[in-house]
DNA sequence: CGACGCTGAGACAACGTTGACTGGGCGAGA
DNA sequence: TCTCGCCCAGTCAACGTTGTCTCAGCGTCG
């Protein structure tokens, strides 16, 4: 069975448009014609011509054809989250790519792991790609680096936290308000001391919702403790030593507000460990698979992540269409769940 | 302050190497070297023309010059995962990425929802764009579509799954041995009555997962009992309601295999409602988080999606560092994490 | 019956970049 | 002194596609 091609059975080039032409015995622009669906062709000379694409495996060059249309789309947005392997990012991700679809837009994602120094590679690497937008976590605090891409057409849009420095649309959950709720919460089941483990006060969101619970304590006229209050980072390990140092303090509090989703569960790991899940009430900030199965229920501020996910996207494709109105943030509320955790009543007397 | 500039505040247009080589006083050609970092141009004149570009705020057109250089690399791979929303599919994006970042590469991703049609139209979406390279959680059965960009250069690996009607590479767990040693463990706990309650059986990994509990039976001398096995699909309420019907069978099973992620929280949903999860013993395939907090811990066989993703990846780009050799499946193994409900005891007379 | 408009297809240049080649200036060796 | 070759920057065309213009063919109307 010798033939004649003695090609090393890898890579022939891909066929170009010039080829499918000469097959279909007509001028280039035809094919294009045809590709884009201009209705001035043939009827028989569209079927020529895409019969001739099918044998060769013709499939149109999007990068070639984005470079010398007009607007100079490319049919693809760009995403910076966090880490892309986190369930709050994961969703997120997963939301933009829902209205991307419908509109034949494909999201490149890039995870930041809160390093300001790779947020502004990475937008840069996508920009260098020519994305038509961008859907960015922001991980500095600083995005004045885009004004210029802003200015030259690159839409974008801010998500869980607002742009530093930079004239952006934004979604954003309710951070504050959402804290705010959570320690009421604890308030109403009696609690008088509500410890506050949360994520380092330097990330925006962390420090809102550190500010709802200051502001829930000044309003119940409850003092300001900082040895209750820790700012740990968003590791679980951290989260389980700050829990069991609060607890282990002179005058315990008798309830936890946990402001992060890692936080929060280091904090149910460290109750558990201590046989106190039953006697310490916990409020998390952020929803998190399995927290209704524990025993007790793990009660949570729940963020709406599809809605922040799909606003945000929505907001991006309207500005690709030719919204000029003024930038905007966007509130997704949050809502309390209880579950038990968050019901658990003050021990000991009532101090008012 | 009326400016000459009645621009309306938006887009300019963006800055080609044309007007940085106008503005330093060079050839665009130069420009493009010291873009390029060729070394023979005189130091003088590269920061001249890298202080026009900053002045200008360029940035270069990757897509202008990957269609124009020589490989026609995009710098871009395409990710097709089941749903970037969950846990195996998100860690996996990022362990790509991972491995991609270190090459300057950046990953597109989208979900497939074990759609086969969709599968295709995003393949060829990836491909439109000329991504150098796919990695591919594949939801049909048939990868032949692939052949011709196989051909044209475009590398590929598959993961989770091995591609049908295509030689590619790939990258997959254990699957039948990981169920074997499932089912062995729950054997030697005294179980002769086991339950199967996992993912549609159309599903390879599924089915894969399925033979190993079969034979696991038939080396035990265990008759097969299709009574107790259930192919439920991926969702936790059918998972609970199958868990339901198993368990109130006149003969019920002693212990549960659950033999996919989703499948094994509804049974543990189902067990917990029902008050038996401390009666009725269970193992899970793919672990999943929280999985230890619980009471009875959940005992699995955990999948190493990292470096299932790690692997796939180095795969990739070592194809694309030109590796010509054949074509090969690499296995990564699984293993079992004892947690407790797998070693809950079989009750009851032993009956051999 | 000739000018006119319309329909459908091709020619040409250009998008922003880089590969291949060209050419001027200058030092070294014959 | 002249040539050779090297160094460095410039010119030109091309990557695959599409916007603009042109033009052939044909039917219509005054």
């Known amino acids: 069975m010798t033939q004649g091609e003695a ?3 890898s890579t022939r080039s891909r066929p170009t448009m010039r080829e499918v032409a000469a097959l279909a015995g007509v001028a280039i622009k035809t094919v294009s014609r045809v590709f884009n669906g201009v209705p001035t062709v043939d009827p028989a ?3 020529r011509v ?3 694409a099918d044998k060769l495996g013709y499939r149109p060059n999007l990068t070639a054809s984005s470079l010398r249309r007009g607007d100079g789309r490319t049919a693809t947005i760009g995403m910076l989250v966090e880490d892309a392997a986190n369930p709050f990012s994961a969703v997120l991700t997963r939301t933009v790519e829902n209205v991307a679809r419908k509109r034949g837009v494909l999201v490149l994602v890039g995870s930041l792991d809160e390093d300001p120094s790779r947020e502004r590679e990475l937008a840069q690497a996508l920009i260098d790609r020519r994305v038509d937008g961008l859907v960015i976590v922001p991980a500095g605090r600083d995005q004045s680096y885009l004004i210029n891409e802003q200015h030259t057409g690159t839409r974008m849009v801010f998500v869980d936290r607002e742009a530093g420095l930079l004239d952006a649309d934004a979604v954003v959950s309710e ?7 959570a320690v009421n919460h604890l308030l109403k089941a009696g609690h008088r001391r509500i410890a506050y483990l949360g994520d380092r006060a330097s ?6 919702r550190f500010d709802g ?3 829930a304590l000044e309003v119940a006229h409850i003092a300001y403790d900082d040895e209750i209050v820790r700012h740990v980072g968003s590791s679980e390990e951290a989260a389980i030593a700050a829990t069991e140092q609060v607890l282990s303090l002179p005058d315990p509090p008798t309830a936890l507000f946990t402001s992060q989703n890692f936080v929060t569960i280091g904090a149910v790991r460290a109750l558990r460990a201590m046989g106190l899940q039953d006697t310490v009430a916990q409020v998390g900030f952020d929803d998190f698979p399995l927290a209704d199965i ?3 229920g793990i009660s949570v501020i729940a963020q709406d992540v599809e809605q922040v996910g799909r606003t945000a996207a929505e907001m991006l494709f309207h500005r690709l269409d030719g919204d000029e109105s003024p930038t905007r943030t966007v509130t997704v509320p949050t809502r309390l769940i209880e579950r038990g955790s968050g019901e658990i009543p003050a021990e000991g007397p009532c101090h008012d």
């Open 7 to 9: 090609a090393p059975r």
């Open 50 to 52: 895409r019969e001739a």
């Open 175 to 181: 951070n504050r308000q959402g804290a705010l709720t």
């Open 45 to 47: 000379i569209v079927t």
């Open 294 to 296: 524990l025993s007790p």
């Open 203 to 208: 990330i925006p969101t962390a420090a809102q």
């Open 213 to 215: 619970y200051r502001h």
